[in-house]
């Protein structure tokens, strides 16, 4: 399948299709591109935790909803100030205006790499570039790219914001799954879970021989928080469909993670997404996989399992997913066809 073609040349943030989940890719290549502008569920993060009961209850319904019935939504209101997010995704932008002999210094070297930049190629032609990356490990202890100046601070700034928006976020979940809220804490060790982050940038697509600049894929972790400089390019699967991401003002895109979905032994489903070039600008996204700790060791919760429900999948360390298949932890590379039973 051309679909498999594609996705062993890129490297995004996480793993492929696997079999099993290949069967909700359209099969008729003729569609393949079509996507639609259906609405994407917005979650007001400031309601998650209103004082008033009613409107909490509210949001977090909606929150449930979202998680089960998408696997991804639009969070607004969540306080992370627009400059905070401007000033990553312009450092980002400058980074990649650096010359290529001083990205090449960050450049893979050992398995022991904190931040690895690197470009994906168009399938079959290896000179056409479809996307420049550079992805860094924000948690536990960042460390950032010494140049240009200014930017590892503000992508920590952004970082430490975006941390504590998923922390909350992820008590949030805990309530909707009918936990207390330190549950997706405690069961990931997420006080000590690693975080990877890619930063991606795209050219316009009249300078791309094709327009798929990120193949179809899932991605790890438990929770995926995702700021762009403009809308135009990222869509995600929904019942068999592919819908455009048309991120509201000052929002943030935040998709289910694989570690979600096996945790939930499938009710919160990690989506499949992908990246079409637009044909008119360079596009820059910040996605950042928040994961358990690296020994964590995540199975479906006994909650989730009944004679109705067996285990879905089996278990294996996060370090053990995110290097399955010979890649580094950096690589972010998730196994779903090896986890599921
Ligand atoms: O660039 C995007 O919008 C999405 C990137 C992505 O899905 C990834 O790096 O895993
Ligand atoms: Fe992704």
Same mark, same amino acid.
């Given at each position: 399948m051309a679909e498999t073609a594609q996705v062993l040349i890129q490297t995004p943030l996480s793993h492929q299709p696997n079999n099993t989940h290949s069967s909700f890719i359209p099969t008729d290549s003729s569609q393949e591109l079509i996507s639609f502008d259906d *609405?994407?569920?917005?979650? %007001?993060?400031?309601?998650?935790?209103?004082?008033?009961?009613?409107?909490?209850?509210?949001?977090?319904?909606?929150?449930r909803r979202?998680?089960?019935e998408y696997g991804f939504f639009y969070l607004v209101n969540h306080g992370i100030p627009e400059s905070v997010i401007e000033r990553?995704?312009?450092?980002?932008?400058?980074?990649?205006?650096?010359?290529?002999?001083?990205?090449? *210094?960050?450049?893979?070297? %050992?398995?022991t790499d904190r931040i690895r930049w690197g470009l994906g190629f168009s399938p079959g032609d290896h000179q056409m570039v479809k996307r420049e990356y550079l992805k860094v490990l924000p948690h536990p202890n960042f460390q950032g790219p010494s140049k240009p100046l200014g930017f590892s601070e503000a992508l920590e700034d952004y970082y430490k914001r975006d941390r504590e928006v998923i922390l909350n976020l992820a008590r949030a979940v805990s309530k909707t799954l009918g936990f207390e809220e330190s549950y997706l804490e405690k069961v990931f060790d997420v006080e000590n879970g690693t975080d990877v982050s890619a930063m991606n940038v795209y050219p316009p697509w009249f300078e791309s021989n094709t327009p798929i600049g990120l193949p179809a894929h899932f991605d790890a972790g438990y929770l995926v928080s995702l700021v762009q400089n403009v809308n135009g390019g990222l869509q995600a699967l929904h019942k068999g469909r592919w819908i455009n991401v048309n991120m509201p003002p000052n929002s943030i895109f935040i998709n289910n993670g694989d570690h979600l979905e096996i945790l939930t032994n499938g009710k919160y489903k990690s989506p499949m997404h992908r990246v079409i070039l637009n044909n008119k600008v360079k596009r820059i996204s910040l996605p950042t996989v928040h994961g358990p700790s690296l020994d964590k060791f995540v199975i479906p919760a006994d909650e989730f399992v009944d004679e109705f429900h067996p285990p879905a999948y089996r278990g294996m360390t996060y370090k053990e997913v995110l290097e399955a298949n010979g890649y580094h932890i950096i690589d972010g590379k998730s196994c779903m066809a090896q986890l599921r039973l």
């Open positions: *609405e994407i569920p917005t979650i %007001d993060y400031q309601l998650l935790f209103a004082h008033d009961h009613d409107q909490r209850s509210k949001a977090l319904a909606e929150l979202a998680c089960e990553a995704l312009e450092g980002i932008s400058e980074f990649f205006n650096l010359t290529d002999e001083e990205k090449r *210094e960050f450049e893979k070297k %050992d398995s």
